[in-house]
């Protein structure tokens, strides 16, 4: 049995669909039990996060796949409080040798995602986690139209929307979709063999 949880911020709800296709990869692999688990304004209480429960789910979990919006060129803040507050599992080397991943997700094709997608990673490393890329060409480069790594991404998973002002509920690209689907997988089956 392996576990792999999902922690996110979504803003305004691009990267909550990007994690929940993450989680139904991750839950195609035989014996993986998955932790979604989204940060929320209400666990930052005078600019600390907290969530007892969700850091005990992220200490049993045998991966953790991090995803956040790139506001500003970078993570969101709601994100960035939830790792300044796992700074003391750092201080322990708590995370020490699970394995990690990351998602992002903006309105414009690059939006600095990349920067995001290097925080995530450089924090795994802190960590002393084991990070595993998407592992996945893009679709344009094999002439493919099914939109997988549409956006060229080999650090983590990126994905685009347009900006819209509407009101609509938050639309994913069906590519990004199947893109953010193949990492869960990739990274349940990554966990299923480090446990062998």
């Known amino acids: ?66 995803g956040s919006p790139t506001y500003m060129g970078g993570v969101a803040a709601q994100f960035k409080a939830f790792v300044d507050a796992a700074s003391s599992i750092w201080f322990q080397q708590g995370w020490k040798d699970k394995l990690a991943a990351g998602f992002t997700h903006s309105s414009s094709p690059s939006g600095d995602k990349q920067s995001t997608l290097l925080y995530m990673s450089i924090n795994a490393a802190q960590h002393s986690m084991t990070w595993i890329n998407p592992g996945e060409l893009s679709s344009f480069l094999l002439g493919k139209d099914d939109g997988i790594n549409r956006l060229g991404s080999y650090m983590g998973v990126m994905g685009q929307s347009a ?27 990554m966990v299923q063999r480090f446990k062998k």
Do not use: C
Not at 176 to 182: E, I, S, V
């Open 1 to 66: 049995m392996g576990t792999v949880a999902i922690i996110y911020f979504s803003g305004s709800g691009h990267t909550h669909l990007m994690a929940e296709a993450v989680a139904l990869g991750a839950n195609q692999v035989s014996g993986t039990t998955v932790e979604l688990l989204r940060i929320t304004g209400e666990q930052i209480q005078e600019g600390r996060w907290k969530d007892d429960a969700m850091i005990a789910k992220l200490n049993g979990a045998d991966a953790i796949i991090f």
């Open 163 to 189: 900006l819209d002002m509407s009101g609509k509920p938050a639309e994913l690209d069906p590519g990004d979709r199947l893109t953010a689907h193949k990492l869960g997988t990739r990274v349940a089956n």
